[in-house]
């Protein structure tokens, strides 16, 4: 991949008031990840957890009143406290990858690449996505998204910091 394209990432950084062990264990297990994953107004249920590289994470995302969105991670990468790359794409029950049901111009599957560090205490979290193996009218869908991407992952941090701060 290109610099350029590298240049084109979606980025959110995100400071969480909590110590790096109890952050990464709401990345790393089924049960975190269901309590906080996914665009407000949704609940997650999870179908499939292997943290490690080569596993999935396959769940349901639930908004009242709609059939279940479905997506997966293939994790990539994991190094313990430090990172975490998958790709992330929307999927079918099964864990086949699909298109996404609202725009068949975005990108089948995001590059996504996530960095922990901890500093007095609490853990800055910053998140890089990326499309991957994407055309180029699906990589000027994706770049037009910055705000949806933005209000998403927002929201999914907020629900983040409020479940770590409910067990702190």
């Given amino acids: 991949m290109s610099a350029n394209k590298q240049d084109r990432a979606f980025v959110i950084t995100r400071h969480f008031d909590a110590a790096l062990p109890h952050v ?5 297990t089924a049960a975190e990840m269901q309590s906080w994953w996914g665009p407000k107004g949704c609940s997650i249920k999870v179908a499939a957890f292997e943290f490690r590289p080569g596993g999935f994470f396959h769940y349901a995302m639930h908004f009242p009143e709609r059939e279940p969105m479905w997506g997966r991670f293939l994790y990539r990468n994991i190094d313990k406290h430090t990172r975490i790359t998958w790709l992330n794409s929307f999927s079918n029950e099964t ?6 049901p609202f725009d068949m111009a975005i990108p089948l599957e995001i590059l996504n690449d996530v960095r922990f560090a901890e500093t007095n205490g609490s853990t800055i979290v910053t998140l890089r996505a990326l499309p991957h193996g994407a055309s180029e009218d699906e990589i000027k ?3 037009g998204m910055t705000a949806s991407l933005a209000e998403g992952y927002g929201g999914t941090f907020d629900q983040l910091a409020a479940v770590l701060a409910k067990s702190a």
Avoid: L, N, P, V
Avoid at 24 to 28: E, V, Y
Avoid at 95 to 100: D, L
């Fill in 24 to 28: 990464w264990k709401a990345w790393s």
């Fill in 95 to 100: 864990c086949g990858i699909t298109r996404a």
């Fill in 141 to 143: 869908t994706f770049e």
